[in-house]
């Protein structure tokens, strides 16, 4: 990053956000100098805004911020993608990303956010939250419960139970790895090092 070159493109360069566990494209904002080091030392996501004439940070009003997680600088050196968390909604209007675009793709890590936000703000009136409270060995047992009925329903011919039941399997799997500490991108890794071990041989 140290040969990037704010004054090419006289001192504000674009900065892509991009969510870093669904790969959505969030936004698109404005960096200068200093706002990239502000971004850099504070890890929140921080704009030059051209309507205000000033530095902006993400979320500084409403409490949404992004939490910088990677930054790419492109093959010009005149623009940035920035790999972020998003800490609620990122538009204004209160959708995900600022591009009116149905994206999909990537929603276990959209819940497994909220998962961590639920948890994390001790939200009581929360399912997610209630179950945590009651410890691993709850948690693991609910996990039990659900594949057992998964494999019920695996036998059975209404598809609709099925899909009920993996999708009930998976978000108590979620919360199970929230409970453990640990997250998808772990288990990918795992699966990762496997995948490419068999590829070696």
Same mark, same amino acid.
């Given at each position: 990053?140290?040969?990037?070159?704010?004054?090419?493109?006289?001192?504000?360069?674009?900065?892509?956000?991009?969510?870093?566990?669904?790969?959505?494209?969030?936004?698109?904002?404005?960096?200068?100098?200093?706002?990239?080091?502000?971004?850099?030392?504070?890890? =929140?996501?921080?704009?030059?805004?051209?309507? =205000?004439?000033?530095?902006?940070?993400?979320?500084?009003?409403?409490?949404?911020? !992004?939490?910088?997680? +990677?930054?790419?600088?492109?093959?010009?050196?005149?623009?940035?993608?920035?790999?972020?968390?998003?800490?609620?909604?990122?538009?204004?209007?209160?959708?995900?990303?600022?591009?009116?675009?149905?994206?999909?793709?990537?929603? !276990?890590?959209?819940?497994?956010?909220?998962?961590?936000?639920?948890?994390?703000?001790?939200?009581?009136?929360?399912?997610?939250?209630?179950?945590?409270? =009651?410890?691993?060995?709850?948690?693991? &047992?609910?996990?039990? +419960?659900?594949?057992?009925?998964?494999?019920?329903?695996?036998?059975?011919?209404?598809?609709? !139970?099925?899909?009920?039941?993996?999708?009930?399997?998976?978000?108590?799997?979620?919360?199970?790895? #929230?409970?453990?500490? !640990?997250?998808? &991108?772990?288990?990918?890794?795992?699966? #990762?090092?496997?995948?490419?071990?068999?590829? =070696?041989?």
């Amino acid at each position: 990053m140290s040969n990037f070159n704010f004054e090419k493109a006289n001192g504000l360069i674009p900065a892509i956000v991009q969510h870093a566990f669904t790969q959505q494209v969030l936004m698109l904002g404005y960096m200068n100098a200093e706002a990239y080091q502000k971004t850099l030392e504070t890890r =929140k996501v921080t704009f030059f805004s051209r309507s =205000k004439n000033r530095l902006w940070t993400k979320g500084e009003t409403s409490g949404h911020f !992004l939490i910088m997680q +990677e930054m790419y600088i492109d093959c010009d050196q005149d623009t940035l993608l920035v790999k972020a968390l998003p800490q609620g909604p990122t538009c204004h209007k209160g959708t995900v990303s600022c591009f009116e675009e149905d994206y999909r793709a990537g929603f !276990l890590y959209q819940l497994q956010t909220v998962i961590d936000q639920r948890i994390s703000t001790q939200d009581k009136d929360s399912y997610t939250y209630k179950l945590y409270q =009651k410890g691993i060995h709850k948690v693991a &047992q609910k996990v039990g +419960e659900e594949a057992v009925e998964l494999i019920l329903e695996a036998n059975g011919k209404d598809t609709l !139970l099925f899909q009920n039941e993996a999708a009930d399997l998976l978000y108590h799997f979620l919360v199970l790895l #929230r409970a453990k500490g !640990l997250t998808l &991108q772990d288990i990918e890794q795992v699966l #990762r090092e496997r995948h490419e071990g068999k590829n =070696k041989k």
